[in-house]
């Protein structure tokens, strides 16, 4: 009955509290998590889903992942911050299915919720000046010193946090009757690394080629290719972050296997070449 | 490594803050869920595990399913419970993974996350201390159709993660974690599998072990031989069966692998004591 909600899993990148100034400011930027503030002084502004978003004392916001969003402080504020990682089934995002809101008042507890966090992920604090440095020890850390019970108390605080954002509604897809295609988009999120042209995607929804791509466009709203280079391109940000493997590596994994191709890709798709995602993306 | 605990969810059953007398008194209680409870006033007493945790105010206690406990009130006592199943992925729980305290001191927190359960899960109290009246498994199903919404569901989710977090056991047993693991993908194809004809032999085939080194090894980690492992698990099943669906015992018996019933009947009553039928009837009673 809560299906999708029932395999959301979360995993935190970061935490921390941070006091900011004008040079908090960033544009366009998009990553492949999810971010959440909670101020607790002073003002700045968020732009994303476009909307202008004034950050202020009291409240939470949600900025999702892959979205293109831009940062700015004009003066000065404080703010907790959470990164973290969303996935239900396999490889696809609640924000596909779910409606949310993005700016929530916060209650009496959600800075308890929030100091916690902080205090029990010390390792998570953003070091922005050494970004790589930085991923590299939250993914290794995973061998040593794990704490059971600060793991779970986080997946927990996690949940609670990112429900206060969750909407009953679902997404709404354009077209009517599409059952099936959604089906599809979990088939795409497994297969990426595999060859998935429009004539395997429209057999795999007994359809015909023409009929599935007309399908496919009326009810999403996009076309199936580009679909497909979407997801590839959003996998490949993904791994940039969270692993340590080559470019090559990943240009394979998510089934661009020419790297040429695949960069240039990623920096139609991204604005940025893949090597210097990897690069700048921590400066947040 | 640990990733599994991301993969943990509850399904949550009851929840309430009752006042309690001496007619708190059960005997030789095992239910398929966790209870959780946080006193606030009063004294009572449980033994499970080998062990009587005297219940008081200002702590919280843990009581994993599949324990055999008592439970007893001599005076009076108020408590804030809940009782729930938990699962990792297909059919594991989190106790094979960790190890729990059962006592441990509650702040004030703790106090608030209990209360914030209750308001957002309402009507899920006991519904009558009668326990005769009380039929677990059809309540269940009630519950079954109370819908939360997306936000409160995921709330609950998370609450109930910091509450259970709180009385895991870091394990010191790094050694003997990386032997659990290989193990481990035994249970999972084991639980997975229940339903199937399970044989020593198809087990040894799966964990690429002789038939007889796979038997010593895992009774060596298990203190139980295999057979009789699938065995408890199959009943396990059939207990948690028993309380949430409406099913038939036959039908039970044969969703965890048993094709011939009065076999099934004969060996879920070796291990729990009581005939299906019975079980089903006072399993409900606490």
């Known amino acids: ?60 916001y949600l900025i999702p992942s892959f979205t293109y969003n831009s940062y700015y402080c004009e003066k000065y504020h404080e703010q907790f911050y959470v990164s973290f990682f969303e996935e239900v089934q396999q490889g696809m995002s609640i924000y596909n299915l779910k409606q949310f ?13 929030f100091k916690r966090l902080v205090e029990i992920n010390p390792d998570k604090v953003v070091t922005d000046s050494k970004p790589k440095a930085h991923i590299n020890r939250s993914l290794s850390e995973k061998n040593k010193g794990f704490n059971a019970h600060h793991y779970m108390e986080t997946q927990g605080i996690l949940s609670v946090l990112f429900s206060r954002f969750i909407l009953d509604a679902d997404v709404d897809n354009l077209g ?34 023409d009929h599935f791509s007309r399908s496919f466009n009326a009810s999403f709203g996009i076309r199936p290719n580009k679909y497909i280079q979407q997801k590839r391109i959003e ?50 | 490594m640990q990733d599994y605990l991301k993969y943990l969810r509850f399904f949550l059953l009851n929840i309430d803050l009752v006042k309690l007398d001496a007619s708190w008194d059960y005997d030789n209680v095992i239910s398929p869920f966790v209870r959780m409870y946080l006193i606030t006033s009063g004294h009572a007493y449980v033994y499970h595990n080998d062990k009587k945790f005297d219940l ?40 094979s993974f960790n190890d729990f305290r059962y006592q441990i ?24 201390d009668n326990p005769h009246k009380y039929k677990s498994f059809s309540s269940f199903l009630e519950l079954k159709k109370t819908r939360l919404n997306s936000s409160f569901y995921l709330e609950t989710q998370g609450l109930l993660k910091i509450l259970l977090s709180r ?84 039908a039970i018996s044969e969703k965890v692998g048993f094709d011939n019933f009065s076999y099934f009947s004969k060996v879920f009553k070796k291990i729990t004591g009581k005939t299906p039928a019975n079980y089903k009837k006072e399993q409900s009673q606490v």
């Open chain 1, 176 to 209: 009517g009757s599409d059952g099936d295609l959604n089906k599809v988009l979990i088939y795409i999120a497994k297969n990426l690394k595999n060859d998935l042209s429009i004539a395997v995607l429209a057999r795999y929804c007994n359809f015909s080629e």
């Open chain 2, 167 to 250: 009385f895991i056991v870091e394990g010191n047993r790094s050694s003997e974690k990386r032997e659990r693991r290989d193990i481990d993908k035994v249970l999972v194809y084991l639980l997975e599998n229940l339903h199937e004809n399970l044989t020593v032999e198809r087990l040894a085939a799966f964990s690429n072990l002789s038939k007889d080194h796979f038997s010593r090894s895992f009774y060596e980690k298990y203190k139980m031989r295999p057979n009789l492992y699938i065995q408890s698990k199959r009943v396990e099943r059939a207990q948690l069966l028993l309380h949430t669906t409406n099913d038939s015992i036959k």
């Open chain 2, 56 to 95: 008081k105010p200002g702590y919280m206690y843990l009581i994993p399913s599949y324990t055999y406990s008592r439970y007893k009130c001599e005076l009076q006592h108020e408590q804030l419970y809940i009782s729930f199943m938990e699962e990792i992925g297909n059919g594991l729980s989190v106790f």
């Open chain 2, 105 to 128: 001191k509650s702040s004030k927190l703790d106090t608030y996350y209990f209360k914030r359960l209750l308001e957002i899960n309402p009507n899920r109290s006991l519904l009558d």
């Open chain 1, 101 to 113: 809101k993005y700016k929530v008042k916060a209650t009496k507890n959600d800075a308890l919720y």
């Open chain 1, 235 to 284: 996998k490949a940000q993904f791994l940039l972050v969270t692993t340590e493997k080559s470019l090559k590596q990943i240009a394979a994994e998510v089934g661009l296997a020419n790297i040429s191709y695949f960069s240039r890709t990623f920096k139609k798709i991204v604005g940025n070449s893949p090597a210097n995602f990897r690069k700048q993306h921590f400066d947040i």
């Open chain 1, 1 to 60: 009955m809560y299906k999708e909600l029932e395999s959301l899993t979360l995993d935190i990148l970061h935490a921390g509290y941070a006091k900011l100034d004008s040079s908090w400011k960033y544009d366009d930027v998009i990553s492949p998590f999810s971010r959440l503030f909670y101020v607790t002084t002073g003002n700045a502004s968020v732009f994303y889903t476009n909307q202008w978003f004034k950050l202020e004392p009291g409240y939470l």
